[in-house]
Every structure is written in C-alpha cells, then in structure tokens.
C-alpha cells in the first residue's frame, strides 16, 4: 500500500497502469466499519482502490470543531492496509490550499437547507475538496455514504452540473448492534452519552414505523420525534426534517417517500442520522 501526500504522486500512482478502474473512497480518517463498508465495495467494484485521509478545514464552522475532530493515521494506514486499499492520500493543508488559493465550488439551492442551514459555509468547503480530490485523481467511481444525505445529493448535484466524468456510489448507513450510526464524532461521547445518542435512530425508526401505520402527517410524525429526543438528558436538537428526497424542501403529508433526517446534539456533540421512506 502506497502513502503519498504530494498531488505529483498521486498522479502518477493513479496513471501507473491506464487499463485499470479505480474506486476512490474519500474520508476524513478516524475510520470505523462505516468507512471500510465503502472501502469493501469500492474493491468489489474497482480494479484498484485508494481513499483521501483529509481534515478539510473549510468545511467546519467552528474551529473548536476542527480542532476537537479525532484523528489517528497510524490506526487509519494499518485498517487500509488490512483491507487490501492500494493507495491512501494524505494532503497536507499546504498541499491542499496553497498560499494565494482563491478558488471555491458553491451549489446553490439544495445547501441552503439542513446541515446548509446550521452549518454556513460548510458545503462549499465540501464540494471545492471534493471537486479539487476529482480533479486530481479522476476516480472511474467515488463512494460516499448515506450517513451524509445531504452531501450525498449535493455532490451528485455537482458532478451533473460540472460533468465530472464519474460515478457516485452511495452505499447504506452501518450501525452497531443498538443501532447508533457509525461516526468518528461517537468517539467523543461517554460510555452513558453513547446510550443516550440512541435517541436520533429510535425516534426515526419510531417515525418510520408510525408511517407504516398509516401516519403520512410530517408534523405529527415530527412532533414524535421531538418528544422522543427532548425525553433524553443532554440532547439538544439542531433540527428534525421530513423533506422530498429530490430538493430537500419539507413536505406536509408524505406521498412519494422521504427523506426524515435530524441533527441533535448528546451532551455537546453533534451528532446526525437519517431514514428513507421509499
Ligand atoms: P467522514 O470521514 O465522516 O467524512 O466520512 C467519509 C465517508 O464515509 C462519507 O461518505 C460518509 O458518508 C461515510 N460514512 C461515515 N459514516 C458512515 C456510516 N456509519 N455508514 C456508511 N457510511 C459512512
């Protein structure tokens, strides 16, 4: 497995042999099974495999944030390693924004809403990383998760306005065993705020299932899955969506399936999780 930084060897590790598709898995590292689960389909489906290892600084708003988000390489290299990825890329920040950078990516309607509304500024520095991680690499496919709905649309968004010549993969959340969606940020939480972090699936598996029943109303659906949060000590919901899969905008009564997504702080870490109704 090869560690590069520099863009120069990137390229020419990418370009060693042009017969071969590659699968580009991007990260922020501290990677967990949610990570890998991409990294196992990108080799599934790719000649070779390579993931981005990159604290975006642009894409945090508060920099007590950035500075609190866990990292350890060494642990990273050895999991990658273990699952058979080719290459991993590590930029440095001075690789990534040169003195004098000046360029950003902006997509306009569809990161007002969300994570676009509490997190300003947030999406623009995900997609000028993500388009800069394309550019470069030119991946035949790139894999994201569904643990980032949001982002996940934004990007697709991206790649047709821009045409990047690529496929977005988007693979399912993973879960432990109670159900919390894998995060890096779960490793902040205490043994007890772990337990109260699976308030965000109970309540969207409880708004799911009030839906099978036959509740279409988004406001009382809502309404649950507010009560269910505020009953847990510590949590501070950021907000709770039902939105139209296709724009994000909310919807009243859910006829053609849903996007229910939520963003609600356990203690003071922000935490996020999402279900689709088809
Ligand atoms: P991050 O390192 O948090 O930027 O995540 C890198 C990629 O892994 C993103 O595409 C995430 O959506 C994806 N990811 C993170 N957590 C999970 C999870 N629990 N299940 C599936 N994919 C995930």
Request: a negative charge; proline letters at 3%; glycine letters at 6%.
């Amino acid at each position: 497995m090869n560690v590069f930084g520099k863009i120069v060897d990137i390229r020419k590790a990418r370009w060693a042999n042009r017969q071969e598709s590659w699968g580009l898995v991007p990260t922020m590292g501290f990677l967990h099974e949610g990570h890998l689960s991409l990294v196992r389909r990108a080799k599934a489906e790719n000649d070779r495999v390579a993931v981005s290892i990159f604290v975006n600084p642009t894409q945090f708003n508060e920099s007590s944030d950035l500075d609190a988000y866990p990292r350890d390489l060494q642990r990273d290299l050895a999991m990658l390693k273990a699952e058979g990825v080719d290459l991993v890329w590590t930029p440095t920040i001075e690789d990534a924004y040169p003195t004098g950078y000046q360029t950003n990516v902006t997509v306009t309607d569809i990161t007002t809403k969300l994570e676009g509304a509490s997190r300003p500024g947030h999406f623009q520095g995900v997609t000028t990383v993500v388009a800069k991680l394309f550019n470069v690499f030119q991946p035949d496919r790139a894999y994201f998760g569904q643990k980032d709905a949001q982002q996940v649309a934004v990007i697709q968004q991206m790649v047709r306005d821009l045409n990047f010549n690529l496929n977005i993969v988007v693979c399912p959340i993973e879960r432990d065993e109670h159900g919390l969606a894998l995060s890096s940020r779960n490793s902040r939480l205490s043994e007890d705020g772990r337990k109260r972090a699976l308030c965000l699936s109970q309540a969207l598996r409880s708004a799911v299932a009030a839906y099978n029943d036959g509740e279409k109303n988004c406001t009382t659906l809502k309404l649950m899955m507010t009560a269910h949060i505020n009953n847990v000590a510590g949590s501070k919901i950021d907000y709770i969506s039902i939105a139209d899969r296709m724009s994000l905008d909310e919807i009243e009564i859910i006829e053609n399936g849903a996007l229910l997504s939520m963003a609600v702080f356990i203690d003071d870490i922000r935490l996020i999780d999402n279900m689709i109704i088809e």
